[in-house]
């Protein structure tokens, strides 16, 4: 068997990796032996699910901040005024809250059903590093699992027919001074104790409503999160210094995330995280982010599967990605799984973006992650892999909940520059199986793939470094 049937070629003068045959690999390639594939007919289904993804509208009404008391002169502080703008437009039946030109101080805005947070353009919305501005608690979700934290800055509740739109900007202030100083894992400001002693809880089984943090903890607030809601759009603002999670619907249905930019470099800084949530659009967005850019999560560990909500029919459209650890990403909190994911016409490119397609878990988190499709990409430059695959991330092979990766499909995908091709790293009792690719190709492969437990793995019309893989 010829050494590129594992695609281990690189260009030039580049080394090509010889792998040793790791046991529970199967590579099936046309005209071998082994399961049929499941026909990749996936993409047949998008136009029925975009057709679930509306838009929500808004009766012709504006309520201006500055009526309600606000100033925009970056000081003075406006929560109350954004209260009473939303109270009142919520209770007329619906309209705009509009932000005008300036810069508007505030704590966390809570949006109500019917309601469109407006920001104009040469308008900034400023959020507080005053951590009591975030206070009373609400009940929020902190990496996948519920408790009472700090309110996310924009936040909703049980609400529908919401939206923050216009070509304005919302600026966090985070900084290694205040929010992002949490993220150490050691010293006064640290949440790790916070973190590891909100996991225990959910382990206990403790009920979220004793799983109190905020005032005297150190757990970062996401930045936008509608938690349990319906009929959402976030369109055209500019979000960046994010204490970590940028745009982060839970348990809601009904979302459109479009013309968005998004440019914060803080720790966990993911650009658009749908957990537990359905029906869900991504479209024409640009991120640059300190962690992943786009990551679709379903809960973590024994918290996601009491809650068992799977994220599906997430649609990818239109979008550059720019520096992060992955473009599209799945997981690691996704024990409530996730299936039914389709990502097309994007570009990635950086030499600080690590991977393109991601997909991350262990047996402490389970799940089922399948029907994944992948089409029209086109990638410059990735440091580590296009594809990857990882069973090991974060805890590992550690606990009982062995998950389940499948039925993943690529076309028409190019690549200049990577250090692999394909990474998998799956476990003997649990493959990642039927990973098909088709018209792709990965130059500049500097080690080729890296493979182990693998099964199903078909390439048509697949070239690495010029070759074409056979």
């Not at 499709?373 to 805890?395: K, L, Q």
Request: with cysteine.
């Amino acid at each position: 068997m010829k050494n590129n049937l594992f695609g281990m070629h690189a260009q030039g003068k580049a080394r090509a990796t010889t792998l040793a045959f790791i046991s529970g690999i199967m590579l099936l390639w046309p005209g071998c032996s082994g399961s049929k594939p499941t026909p990749a007919t996936g993409w047949e289904k998008l136009p029925g699910m975009l057709g679930h993804i509306v838009p929500p509208t808004f009766p012709d009404r504006d309520f201006v901040i500055t009526d309600y008391g606000a100033a925009g002169d970056g000081e003075t502080d406006c929560s109350e005024a954004f209260e009473s703008a939303i109270a009142a437009c919520n209770a007329a039946g619906g309209g705009r809250v509009v932000v005008p030109a300036g810069t508007f101080l505030t704590g966390a805005i809570h949006l109500k059903s019917n309601v469109n947070l407006h920001v104009n353009r040469n308008a900034t919305i400023l959020f507080s590093r005053d951590t009591d501005q975030f206070l009373p608690v609400v009940y929020t979700r902190f990496e996948g699992v519920e408790c009472m934290n700090y309110s996310p800055f924009i936040y909703a509740y049980e609400q529908e027919n919401i939206a923050i739109t216009g070509s304005g900007t919302l600026d966090g202030q985070a900084d290694n001074d205040s929010w992002w100083a949490w993220k150490s894992r050691e010293g006064p400001l640290s949440g790790e104790p916070d973190r590891l002693k909100l996991f225990e809880m959910a382990e206990n089984e403790v009920p979220v409503s004793e799983r109190v943090f905020g005032k005297g903890a150190y757990l970062r607030p996401n930045f936008i999160q509608p938690y349990k809601c319906k009929n959402i759009l976030i369109d055209s603002v500019t979000i960046k210094r994010s204490p970590m999670w940028e745009i982060h619907p839970v348990l809601s249905d009904n979302i459109t995330v479009q013309n968005v930019t998004i440019i914060s470099h803080g720790p966990n800084n993911d650009g658009c995280n749908p957990e537990s949530s359905k029906n869900v659009l991504i479209r024409n967005c640009y991120f640059d982010t300190g962690d992943d850019c786009i990551a679709i999560k379903s809960g973590r560990n024994a918290d996601g599967r009491r809650v068992g909500v799977a994220s599906e029919n997430i649609i990818v459209q239109g979008c550059t990605m720019r520096e992060g650890h992955g473009g599209v990403v799945i997981g690691s909190e996704m024990s409530g799984s996730v299936r039914n994911v389709f990502v097309e016409d994007c570009v990635m490119d950086s030499p600080n973006l690590d991977r393109a397609l991601r997909i991350k878990t262990n047996s402490m988190r389970g799940g089922v992650v399948e029907q994944i499709y992948m089409r029209n990409v086109e990638i410059g430059e990735v440091s580590d892999a296009v594809i990857r695959v990882n069973f090991e991330y974060g805890e590992g092979d550690s606990g009982p909940h062995t998950p389940v990766v499948r039925d993943i499909f690529v076309s028409n995908v190019t690549s200049k520059k990577s250090r692999y091709a394909i990474r998998i790293a799956g476990y003997e009792r649990s493959p990642v199986s039927n990973l098909q690719l088709e018209n792709c190709r990965f130059d500049g492969v500097r080690d080729g793939n890296r493979l182990a437990h693998a099964t199903g793995l078909r390439m048509k019309d697949v070239f690495m470094n010029g070759e074409l893989q056979k």
